[in-house]
């Protein structure tokens, strides 16, 4: 058996602009201006892992209770563009692609390192295409570590060599080429220049 894992934002649905956006504010009240080269240093990467390198890059500290807040704000400010988005906002091809991949029996997992992909997924309308979610619930190690695709795999039981990861980061393609998995990129091959292939989105997979 085979398997495809996918990473949720900017795979599936288009939220890594939300996740721009929200912590392009946080970094403005500390007069620093995120910038788009620097914000794919963030994609995959967990919550508090891009706030404690945003911190770093506009060179200030904050206690805890700060850090805690701002983490908490970012993500009721991510919430509130991620409320507004529906089954419309899923990425061009993806739905067909994960029926494709049902009809052929190929498993199928999520593996991402947002806290909030189940909702999102339900709100989208396909969780039930997933036979497992592996979420930032479920991890102790962010990607590059590979840890949230080996255990996508362990719960699939399809061994690492079998799985095909679908991912927008540099961080994950990493991840996933340290497990032994096939990395399929999402984005610009000058950007995911790790990966095995890189495609602009699932629409350009399918007419391939
Ligand atoms: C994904 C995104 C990151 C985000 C992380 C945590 O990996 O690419 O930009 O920081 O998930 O998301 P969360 O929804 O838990 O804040
Ligand atoms: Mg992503």
């Known amino acids: 058996m085979k398997a495809y894992i996918f990473d949720l934002d900017g795979v599936i649905v288009d939220t890594a602009k ?11 009240e500390f007069g620093f201006e995120l910038t788009h080269e620097l914000n794919e240093q963030l994609k995959g990467v967990s919550r508090v892992d891009s706030l404690t390198k945003i911190l770093g890059w506009a060179g200030v500290s904050v206690s805890s209770e ?10 009721a400010d991510y919430l509130s563009y991620v409320e507004k988005m529906n089954e419309n906002d899923i990425l061009p091809g ?8 049902k009809k052929e029996n190929i498993g199928i997992a999520l593996g991402s390192a947002s806290k909030n992909a189940r909702p999102i997924l339900q ?14 619930n479920d991890v102790t190690k962010a990607k590059p ?6 255990i996508a795999a362990q719960k699939l039981g399809v061994d690492n060599e079998k799985c095909v990861v679908f991912e927008d ?16 990129g999402i ?11 890189v495609f ?9």
């Open 94 to 101: 993806v739905k067909t692609f994960l029926e494709k991949a």
């Open 169 to 184: 980061s540099e961080a994950g393609i990493q991840a996933a080429k340290t497990a032994g998995m096939k990395a399929i």
């Open 200 to 208: 602009s989105g699932f629409d350009a997979i399918l007419n391939q």
């Open 18 to 28: 939300f996740h721009f956006l929200a912590w392009k504010k946080i970094g403005e």
């Open 145 to 150: 570590d590979p840890e949230v695709f080996v």
């Open 187 to 197: 984005g610009s091959p000058e950007v995911l220049t790790q990966a095995d292939e």
């Open 123 to 136: 709100k989208l309308g396909i969780i039930s295409y997933f036979d497992v979610i592996v979420d930032g």
């Open 66 to 75: 700060k850090f805690d807040e701002l983490a908490t704000r970012k993500n």
